[in-house]
């Protein structure tokens, strides 16, 4: 049923990767992967010895969408847990969440930010709290039903059999797609993911998905503080990183529904910054080149 296609020269034991070696397996995951697969041994380098999840949701005005997301989410699996990063969102959100998190202190958390400061630093900001909280993986996620909260647990399994490093829900595998799209933001996504594919070299078909679990030793491995990506690039340049470091990445196809109420973020300054973005990490191995100043965020104790 899982169909795997390797693009890797093999060395040594699969185990014993060093993060800086260039022997990243790109696993692309053609046909659904079943709610539940048999998981591997824990990997000698991974700190945690539980399956807890953390699923990340920034959120700037989602009170239509908020309660009813987490409710999803934590519905998957009992080892479930869901941080929601809000940026002082002027309907409330932040509210909403901080009623959530009284509710069910054990599995909601609720971080607040001072303004509208991305999605990109509000997932290293996310990072870093799971990660001094020792959680055995980390998820980025839409908090407006654009994801699937059952797909959770396909993504999961995709890491925990220990055939990868990295997850990545995406819309260009065959039984993945889209819904409620219009041609021109079709042609954006898949023609920005062909273009930062053929620039970057990164064999992984979907690089703008922002639907993604992480193993907690690709976080630890990677400078998420030297991250320079703010908007739609945050995703590229996530997935240059772990291209780079020689950790495996499996694409596990899912259907990226629009939202279903609320207003999309999207804008052509996005398009534009990812396309910098793009050129700024190519000239980077080029010629050494230096990119621009790290995304802004504050330090998580």
Same mark, same amino acid.
């Given at each position: 049923?899982?169909?795997?296609?390797?693009?890797?020269?093999?060395?040594?034991?699969?185990?014993?990767?060093?993060?800086?070696?260039?022997?990243?397996?790109?696993?692309?995951?053609?046909? +659904?992967?079943?709610?539940?697969? %048999?998981?591997?041994?824990?990997?000698?380098?991974?700190?945690?010895? #539980? =399956? !807890?999840?953390? $699923?990340?949701?920034?959120?700037?005005?989602?009170?239509?969408?908020?309660?009813?997301?987490?409710?999803?989410?934590?519905?998957?699996?009992?080892?479930?847990?869901?941080?929601?990063?809000?940026?002082?969102?002027?309907?409330?959100?932040?509210?909403?969440?901080?009623?959530?998190?009284?509710?069910?202190?054990?599995?909601?958390?609720?971080?607040?930010?001072?303004?509208?400061?991305?999605?990109?630093?509000?997932?290293?900001?996310?990072?870093?709290?799971?990660?001094?909280?020792?959680?055995?993986?980390?998820?980025?996620?839409? +908090?407006?039903?654009?994801?699937? %909260?059952?797909?959770?647990?396909?993504?999961?399994?995709?890491?925990? #059999? =220990? !055939?990868?490093? $990295?997850?990545?829900?995406?819309?260009?595998?065959?039984?993945?797609?889209?819904?409620?799209?219009?041609?021109?933001?079709?042609?954006?996504?898949?023609?920005?993911?062909?273009?930062?594919?053929?620039?970057?070299?990164?064999?992984?078909?979907?690089?703008?998905?922002?639907?993604?679990?992480?193993?907690?030793?690709?976080?630890?491995?990677?400078?998420?503080?030297?991250?320079?990506?703010?908007?739609?690039?945050?995703?590229?340049?996530?997935?240059?990183?772990?291209?780079?470091?020689?950790?495996?990445?499996?694409?596990?196809?899912?259907?990226?529904?629009?939202?279903?109420?609320?207003?999309?973020?999207?804008?052509?300054?996005?398009?534009?910054?990812?396309?910098? $973005?793009?050129?700024?990490?190519?000239?980077?191995?080029?010629?050494?080149?230096?990119?621009?100043?790290?995304?802004?965020?504050?330090?998580?104790?």
């Amino acid at each position: 049923m899982l169909a795997l296609a390797i693009r890797t020269r093999q060395r040594g034991v699969k185990d014993e990767r060093e993060p800086g070696a260039n022997r990243s397996r790109i696993l692309n995951y053609t046909k +659904a992967v079943p709610a539940i697969v %048999p998981q591997a041994p824990a990997a000698a380098t991974e700190t945690s010895s #539980s =399956g !807890r999840s953390l $699923v990340i949701l920034p959120t700037y005005n989602e009170r239509e969408n908020l309660e009813r997301i987490v409710a999803a989410i934590l519905t998957q699996a009992d080892d479930f847990e869901v941080l929601v990063v809000d940026d002082n969102s002027p309907d409330g959100s932040g509210a909403i969440a901080d009623r959530l998190g009284a509710q069910q202190p054990e599995r909601v958390h609720v971080m607040h930010r001072a303004s509208k400061l991305g999605l990109g630093t509000a997932y290293i900001e996310g990072f870093l709290w799971g990660l001094a909280r020792q959680y055995a993986y980390i998820f980025e996620m839409d +908090a407006d039903f654009s994801h699937e %909260p059952a797909d959770l647990v396909r993504l999961r399994a995709a890491v925990a #059999s =220990g !055939r990868a490093d $990295v997850a990545v829900g995406s819309r260009w595998v065959a039984q993945g797609g889209t819904r409620n799209w219009s041609f021109l933001r079709t042609f954006i996504s898949r023609g920005g993911s062909i273009y930062a594919r053929l620039i970057l070299g990164i064999p992984v078909n979907d690089l703008t998905s922002g639907f993604k679990c992480f193993s907690r030793r690709v976080l630890e491995t990677l400078d998420l503080q030297s991250v320079r990506s703010n908007g739609y690039a945050f995703q590229v340049e996530m997935n240059y990183r772990c291209f780079k470091a020689g950790f495996r990445t499996a694409e596990v196809p899912i259907v990226f529904v629009d939202r279903r109420v609320g207003k999309s973020k999207m804008g052509g300054h996005i398009v534009l910054e990812a396309m910098l $973005v793009v050129l700024g990490l190519r000239a980077q191995d080029l010629f050494g080149a230096q990119s621009p100043a790290p995304a802004r965020y504050s330090k998580i104790p």
